[in-house]
């Protein structure tokens, strides 16, 4: 890799000060005509509401702050200043699975844990997303037994990052490729993704309350007396 020294403002100095003058120009109201058309037409910006909303969150990501073996360490040492995933926006790692909306399975999980991380995905935020950090939750690793279950069989995997433990890189590396596949094929959520209508956790209709009931005794056909 070569590199150059180069001074400030050493390009077209000619094609800068023309822009800086037009930009002068326009905050004292001295274009007119075709000349504030074409300003404006080299600055303007337009896009649909649905691309600019799966921008953002392709560009902020709130991971859950959830680790399970010895993959967390790699995913702890990618927000320190040595990786500094801040620069792409990643950094904010949400204690609140309801204020989450990606979660790295990072190290092996059992079948006594599957069903409290499949809780907690399920209590994060739509749409929402999951990783498969390192071999252990991606094809149980080498704790290749019975005791040990891959992520994307209790789980929606989006996207699956090999090595044992993968470095704080190739989890970097692996989250601005989820960030591609938002952008380029958006959608509103995993149920959608792949056809999970009817698996959620709870019926509605099962835990829909009586309007008719004022209290718990009504509902029960009980009545009360007052003193």
Known sequence: MEIVRQQLGSGDKGEFR????????????????????DYVEERLLTTTLEKAG???????????TFGLACCAIE???MVSPRYDVARFGFEAFRA??????????????????????????????EPKWA????????????????????????????????GCPPR??????GILKLRNMILAKPDQGWRTRYGGKGTEEFDPEEIAVDPNAVNVAGALGRTGTSA
């Open 54 to 64: 799966n921008w953002a969150r392709g560009n902020a990501f709130m991971p859950a």
């Open 75 to 77: 995913m702890m040492a």
């Open 18 to 37: 023309s822009r800086q003058l037009s930009a002068r120009r326009m905050l004292n109201n001295e274009l007119e005509g075709q000349e504030l058309q």
């Open 131 to 162: 990783i498969a950090m390192g071999a252990c939750s991606s094809s149980t690793g080498v704790f290749n037994n019975y005791a040990i279950v891959p992520a994307d069989k209790f789980l929606p995997v989006d996207l699956h990052i090999p």
């Open 168 to 173: 704080p890189e190739s989890l970097m590396y």
């Open 96 to 125: 609140s699975p309801r204020q989450a909306d990606l979660m790295i399975i990072s190290g092996r999980v059992s079948i006594k844990m599957a069903p409290v991380v499949r809780r907690v995905y399920d209590q994060m935020l």
